[in-house]
């Protein structure tokens, strides 16, 4: 079974510009969630989507957004970059969405913002 | 207003001896624990969960402790070996399962040999 996809693996991007970041779940899921993770900060939730629906959303400013597909893929856009939104950004799928289980995390994409 | 924090930043153990990461919550609504475990260059990876009605769980070295009063849970890995030197990440949820899973900033393991 395939895992969690994510692309690109890397990006560079300047400062202004805006950038789309791209995850597959692993087949079957549809929960699919976002996460950013700095030196420091650990891991910080972005957003969560299922079944094509934004459930949940983290504190992060408007210029984060996401969406999913119905083939349960999703992206994530930032728009405006920022020097401190260079991060290693994650993507995490999980099943049901229903019971307490774990979610299965992506390599992740790491950005940076020069 | 962080709600799981795990205080130790990093630890370092010899290898063969137990290692114990801590964490601990602010959120009594949260009902389901997990750890994850990190290597550099890869997403985390799930290593063991522990719901509220349980106060202890099992997967061979690894055993989760949770004490709901004191809210805080411990890892604990016994014996440590070189390749659980990784960043370690406490997590919490709570029921229903909204997907909204805390993580904390994470603790760096080195086993030393």
């Known amino acids: 079974k395939a895992g969690v996809t994510q692309t690109p693996r890397y990006l560079i991007k300047t400062r202004g510009q805006q950038v789309t970041l791209s995850c597959s779940p692993i087949?079957?899921?549809?929960?699919v969630s976002w996460y950013q993770q700095t030196p420091g900060q650990g891991l910080q939730f972005l957003f969560e989507?299922?079944?094509?629906?934004?459930?949940n959303k983290g504190n992060f400013p408007g210029r984060f957004s996401g969406r999913q597909f119905s083939n349960s893929r999703s992206e994530m856009n930032v728009s405006t970059l920022e020097l401190g939104d260079s991060a290693l950004y994650l993507c995490?799928?999980?099943?049901?969405?229903?019971?307490?289980?774990?979610?299965?995390f992506g390599q992740g994409t790491r950005l940076t913002v020069v | 207003d962080q709600q799981v924090k795990q205080n130790s930043p990093s630890l370092s153990v010899q290898e063969g001896r137990i290692s114990i990461l801590n964490c601990d919550y602010t959120?009594?609504?949260?009902?389901?624990f997990l750890w994850y475990k990190k290597y550099p260059a890869e997403g985390p990876t799930f290593l063991i969960s522990?719901?509220?009605?349980?106060d202890k769980n099992e997967d061979g070295r690894f055993t989760v402790f949770l004490n709901k009063s004191a809210k805080h849970l411990s890892l604990h890995i016994v014996p440590s070996q070189p390749g659980d030197s990784a960043v370690y990440f406490c997590?919490?949820?709570?029921?229903?399962?909204?997907?909204?899973?805390?993580f904390g900033k994470g603790t760096r393991l080195h086993i030393l040999p």
């Open positions: 995490a799928s999980s099943g049901t969405g229903d019971l307490n289980t774990e979610a299965f």
């Open positions: 087949s079957g899921h549809r929960s």
């Open positions: 989507y299922f079944s094509e629906t934004q459930r």
């Open positions: 959120n009594s609504m949260f009902d389901y």
């Open positions: 522990i719901s509220s009605i349980k």
């Open positions: 997590a919490a949820s709570q029921y229903p399962r909204d997907d909204k899973i805390i």
